[in-house]
């Protein structure tokens, strides 16, 4: 007993379909694997994350408002990378630590 049809037009249309499910499976994983690609690119490329951050105003004048860890989740669009010692510089003159990661804590302010 064979679950394949028994004369040779069924098999040649089985053949047929076999073959095209197998490119179609086929281009699936080579889509799969450029975005892989893509990704890992992606990745490599990507600039460090810094360790400081001051979020600036809106306007022309555009002057600091808060110093942000590197990663704070709160920290706006409108935002610099700075060195350390910018960031204490800022925090010494009056721009406010962010509440949340705390930035004044980490600079050593409290």
Known sequence: MTDLPPDLPRLRTLET???????????????????????????AARPPVPDWTIELGIGDDRGPLYVHTGTCHMA???????????????????????????ADTGLGFH
Request: aromatic share 2%.
């Open 17 to 43: 379909w076999l073959l095209l499910a197998l490119q179609r499976v086929r281009d699936r994983i080579a889509d799969l694997e450029r975005q892989e690609k893509e990704r890992a690119r992606g990745e």
């Open 76 to 102: 706006g669009h409108r935002r610099r990378p700075v060195t350390r010692e910018a960031a204490a510089r800022a925090i010494a003159d009056g721009v406010e630590a962010c509440t949340h990661c705390r």
